[in-house]
């Protein structure tokens, strides 16, 4: 994508949410398959609302695989 870009994804309750800074606020859905969708990330850099977390050794998620085919990694920061 180029540009650094820093978004955060927060709980409230059992919900889920993603805070980007261009596009605002959007509510991130859990799949069967185990995938997460996020609706609003059609319009973003992106152009796929799918997302699949992946924990690190500490359970923590260590990065999100984004687009499709999981073709995006997007890396931790803390």
Known sequence: MGDT?????RSRGARLFLD??????AEIFATA???FFCPQLIFSDFGSP????????DGKVEKILADDDG????SRVD
Do not use: H, Q
């Open 5 to 9: 870009v820093i978004f955060e994804i």
């Open 33 to 35: 398959d185990g995938r």
């Open 50 to 57: 799918w997302l699949r977390f992946i924990n690190g050794r």
């Open 71 to 74: 073709g995006v990694e997007l």
């Open 20 to 25: 980007w800074p261009r596009l605002g606020i």
